[in-house]
């Protein structure tokens, strides 16, 4: 039977593994956060052009009438 000591040193090392893991997984979302925030404000601009030509489309037809 392992005694007090070397099971709270078990649960010790468990626990940096446990929190090293975290570390690593929190910078990985923080790469992802950023990735896809730059591709929605890519996707923003798209749609904000977009949509300015078509009102430019539909202001040009509706002068030509």
Do not use: C
Not at 18 to 24: F, K, M, N, P, S
Not at 36 to 65: P, W, Y
């Amino acid at each position: 039977m392992t005694t007090m000591p070397e099971r709270v040193s078990k649960l010790e090392g468990a626990y940096e593994q446990v929190d090293q893991r975290l570390g690593e997984l929190s910078v990985q979302l923080n790469a992802m956060d950023s990735k896809f925030e730059s591709k929605f404000n890519t996707l923003i601009i798209v749609m904000a052009t977009s949509g300015v030509a078509i009102v430019g489309t539909l202001i040009a037809i509706a002068l030509r009438l």
